[in-house]
């Protein structure tokens, strides 16, 4: 059975940093390429970026160039986004979501949420 | 960027009934492959999206043949038969043509 298990909800202070993770299980974690993405409260979602594991390889949406940086280990089977300089903008709760086959998101995690505030 | 623009916002269906969402692309979706890359997501309440239809009418995995999808270019739709209770949630249309990948805003379904 695919999983993604994310880490637990976040209360940070703004201008710090926050790094979450989504630990793959059930499937081989380099065959995929993990995707990030944003719920802002009451909102709708935003794309944030990928990693395909197997190379490094990322690519991002430019609204989170800088603010997010994505990473993997495949020792670990584990997919990180780290965000930096935290605003009240940034408060929502953010998925990693498996990429299928031919371009389609097939399994999300539990989802991250993520708030900021002094 | 792609826009992704879905209508209605939302709509109130009577269990057993029929329900309709359109999501139009500001782009063409196909592919020089020839396919066409839009897909369509429900997250219920409190839960996490989830993929219902991908390259517009291909089902998902374990969902219910209610849902079907169609379309092609700019224009798409979702189609929900039979309502049941577990339809409930917001229904979003997905572009993955090109980064970044772009949603709708999502399309409310309630229960009347």
């Known amino acids: 059975e695919v999983k993604l298990q994310q880490s637990g909800d976040e209360l940070v202070r703004p201008g710090a940093s926050v790094k979450m993770s989504c630990k793959a299980s059930?499937?081989?974690?380099?065959?995929?390429?993990m995707h990030w993405v944003k719920q802002s409260p009451g909102q709708g979602l935003e794309w944030i970026g990928t990693?395909?594991?197997?190379?490094?390889?990322?690519s991002y949406n430019q609204k989170f160039k800088g603010k997010a940086t994505l990473t993997a280990d495949k020792s670990s089977n584990t997919a990180y986004m780290e965000l930096s300089r935290l605003t009240s903008e940034d408060s929502a709760v953010y998925y990693c979501?498996?990429?299928?086959?031919?371009?389609?998101?097939?399994?999300w995690g539990q989802g991250v949420m993520v708030t900021v505030s002094s | 960027d792609i826009m992704m623009t879905q209508s209605p916002l939302s709509v109130a269906v009577t269990p057993g009934e029929s329900a309709s969402i359109s999501c139009r692309s500001s782009?063409?979706?196909?592919?020089?492959?020839?396919?066409?890359?839009l897909s369509w997501y429900l997250q219920r309440p409190e839960k996490s999206p989830q993929l219902l239809i991908y390259?517009?009418?291909n089902l998902a995995s374990g969902v219910s043949d209610r849902f079907s999808g169609s379309g092609s270019g700019t224009d798409f739709t979702l189609k929900i038969s039979k309502v049941e209770t577990e339809d409930v949630g917001i229904y979003y249309c997905?572009?993955?043509?090109?980064?970044?990948?772009?949603f709708g805003a999502g399309t409310k379904l309630e229960l009347k």
């Open positions: 059930g499937y081989t974690f380099t065959d995929y390429a």
């Open positions: 390259q517009i009418s």
């Open positions: 782009k063409s979706l196909l592919h020089s492959n020839g396919i066409t890359y």
């Open positions: 990693i395909i594991p197997l190379i490094d390889t990322t």
């Open positions: 979501a498996r990429e299928g086959s031919e371009y389609y998101f097939d399994y």
């Open positions: 997905v572009q993955f043509l090109e980064v970044p990948y772009t």
